[in-house]
Nanobody, 111 residues
Framework: QARLAESGGGLVQAGGSLRLSCAAS????????VNWNRQAPGKLRERIAS???????VYADSVKGRFTISRDDRNDTAYLEMNSLKPDDTAVYYC?????WGQGTQVTVSS
């Protein structure tokens, strides 16, 4: 069964950093584009970063220069390194590959 599992969320002060992980299983990860998304309370889900199987990355303007997406195909895992976090980054963060979604991990940034 194809599955994604996020981890690494938590509570951090503004200006701090977190690293999220997205572990894949049950499908061929290395040929897939991986996306990171987030959904804040009362807001629509927002795609914030994507990385292709070739390692090419794109970012939403809201996170550009602060977040970095990467992947480790040996371990079927994608990462989201988040620096200079702001209270506005508070959200549930999800990874997805096509129709496969993880359960999400909560990130809370205190001011």
């Amino acid at each position: 069964q194809a599955r994604l599992a996020e981890s690494g969320g938590g509570l951090v002060q503004a200006g701090g950093s977190l690293r999220l992980s997205c572990a894949a299983s049950g499908f061929i990860f290395r040929t897939s584009t991986v996306n990171w998304n987030r959904q804040a309370p009362g807001k629509l889900r927002e795609r914030i970063a994507s990385i292709t199987s070739y390692g090419s990355a794109v970012y939403a303007d809201s996170v550009k220069g602060r977040f970095t997406i990467s992947r480790d195909d040996r371990n079927d895992t994608a990462y989201l390194e988040m620096n200079s976090l702001k209270p506005d980054d508070t959200a549930v963060y999800y990874c997805n590959v096509n129709q496969i979604w993880g359960q999400g991990t909560q990130v809370t940034v205190s001011s």
